[in-house]
């Protein structure tokens, strides 16, 4: 599926605190480009999973608008959103969120069979294989490592071909060698498919292999980098 364009206006996100209202977000206007790496980064409680969540249509905004491909999506119903997600929209978690009672070659299949997916198993042995699990179908998540479960994780993000990537701290439970080569990985499947990628991090150096950083402090963004730092890949 082709890269969209993901666009919020005036993003606004308010929630309940005793008799107060909390705000987490507020006044977020960002444009990401079909294709692009955008990195949203800032201090704890600065609104950066909150703002990931309202653009992948896990949550809905207290103001403002999320447009996806053209199309608004913060204001359709809930059997609209979940058919959005399962065709256009991957997530990639830090706590890998795999079905442990399903092996990797399950995980990665469960989603491609749900949507209908053609030759669904073709597709996810050839996924596995490209993150380097040909060897590792049958084993549960108990059976692998961390960083061979986010590698399930993102065969399976990837499995409906995403016009969008959402990452929330994908490198965040893993040492620092595991975090780069899977960080690798992501960026593989993504320039392969020119799927958009939306990653959040408190890691500078994830952050700084983004096209664009976003700096969130406080509900808002305090500024934006463009540029990438020079990279090199893992031995």
Not at 96 to 118: K, R, W
Not at 130 to 151: D, F
Request: charge should be negative; proline fraction near 5%; glycine fraction near 10%.
């Amino acid at each position: 599926m082709e890269s969209a364009r993901l666009e919020c206006r005036g993003l606004g996100k308010e929630l309940q605190s005793g008799s107060h209202r909390l705000s987490v977000l507020v006044g977020i206007d960002l444009a990401i480009e079909p294709g692009e790496f955008v990195a949203i980064l800032g201090p704890s409680g600065s609104g950066k999973t909150t703002l990931l969540g309202l653009l992948a249509g896990l949550d809905r905004p207290s103001a403002g608008e999320v447009w996806l491909g053209g199309r608004r999506i913060d204001d359709l119903s809930e059997d609209e959103l979940a058919r959005l997600r399962r065709g256009r929209v991957g997530f990639v978690f830090q706590s890998f969120q795999l079905l442990g009672n399903l092996t990797a070659l399950e995980n990665v299949l469960l989603p491609l069979e749900l949507t209908g997916v053609p030759n669904a198993r073709e597709r996810a042995l050839e996924l596995l294989s490209e993150v380097g699990l040909a060897e590792r179908l049958e084993h549960y998540p108990t059976q692998l490592s961390g960083g061979e479960q986010q590698r399930v994780a993102l065969a399976r993000a990837f499995a409906a071909e995403p016009s969008v990537l959402f990452a929330d701290e994908p490198t965040g439970n893993l040492d620092a060698e595991t975090g780069a080569r899977v960080l690798v990985l992501i960026e593989r499947l993504r320039e392969r498919r020119g799927t958009t990628l939306v990653l959040v991090t408190h890691d500078p150096e994830v952050a700084a292999r983004a096209d664009r950083r976003v700096h969130l402090r406080a509900g808002r963004i305090e500024r934006i980098e463009s540029g990438r730092a020079p990279e090199s890949a893992p031995r």
